[in-house]
């Protein structure tokens, strides 16, 4: 079992910068890849990025590709997503998944979720 705290959203401008992160406990995810989905109201759940085990390999939706940034830190525990340059249309609660195989993208290739974040960008 996994368990998934995201942390950092809040309200911030457009142009601005916000770093969520995300702590995993109950078990080691230093060997799982791991993704940051996000859900605006009324919509679905769309893919945002994902990194493999090491961190080596990085995967995002071209939504977000050279303005998001995924990192980790496996000593902690702990997934990151680095947003720079966000737009109004970036506002969504973000969730950090436990990827447990197959399409990175697919919402149902990740087994562990958490609670989610909320990110507000106001124009």
């Known amino acids: 079992q996994v368990q998934l705290v995201e942390s950092g959203g809040g309200l911030v401008q457009a142009g601005d910068s916000l770093r969520l992160s995300c702590a995993a406990s109950?078990?080691?995810?230093?060997?799982?890849?791991m993704g940051w989905f996000r859900q605006a109201p009324g919509k679905a759940r769309e893919f945002v990025a994902h990194?493999?085990?090491?961190?080596?390999?990085?995967y995002y939706a071209d939504s977000v590709k050279g303005r998001f940034t995924i990192s980790r830190d496996n000593a902690k525990n702990t997934v990151y997503l680095q947003m720079n340059s966000l737009k109004p249309e970036d506002t969504a609660v973000y969730y950090c998944?436990?990827?447990?195989?197959?399409?990175?993208?697919?919402?149902?290739?990740?087994?562990?979720w958490g609670q989610g974040t909320q990110v507000t960008v106001s124009s």
């Open positions: 998944a436990h990827f447990s195989g197959g399409v990175y993208s697919y919402v149902r290739s990740y087994n562990y």
């Open positions: 109950g078990r080691a995810i230093s060997s799982a890849a």
């Open positions: 990194i493999n085990w090491s961190g080596g390999t990085t």
